[in-house]
């Protein structure tokens, strides 16, 4: 089991740089795999990025490669993602969620554990 909590969301204006954070509870932090999702208002949840058990490897949605960098620090129990050159579009709420499984996951069914989200809104 794993408890996450996201944080750093925020308002920001089209361009600006944006990091935010998800806390793992849990010693075990370090078997999981970790993605971010993003829904935005009447929108499904969709996959962003996933980062390995020892962050070695990571994979994105192809509209924000480039853009977004997924890291983590398993010494703090903790996932980052940092996002530059913001648009419009990257407004939703932003999830993070754990699993158990190994590969390059991006599907919504292959992670257990969800926070309960982070809101950022891109304006210009």
């Known amino acids: 089991q794993v408890q996450l909590v996201e944080s750093g969301g925020g308002l920001v204006q089209v361009g600006d740089s944006l990091r935010i954070s998800c806390a793992a509870s849990?010693?075990?932090?370090?078997?999981?795999?970790m993605g971010w999702f993003r829904q935005a208002p009447g929108k499904e949840r969709e996959f962003v990025a996933a980062?390995?058990?020892?962050?070695?490897?990571?994979y994105y949605e192809d509209s924000v490669k480039g853009r977004f960098t997924i890291s983590r620090d398993n010494a703090k129990n903790t996932v980052y993602l940092q996002m530059n050159s913001l648009k419009p579009e990257d407004t939703a709420v932003y999830y993070c969620?754990?699993?158990?499984?190994?590969?390059?996951?991006?599907?919504?069914?292959?992670?257990?554990?969800w926070g309960q989200g982070t809101q950022v809104t891109v304006s210009s």
């Open positions: 969620a754990a699993s158990l499984s190994l590969g390059r996951l991006s599907r919504l069914d292959d992670y257990g554990y």
């Open positions: 849990g010693r075990t932090f370090s078997i999981y795999t």
């Open positions: 980062i390995n058990r020892s962050g070695g490897n990571t």
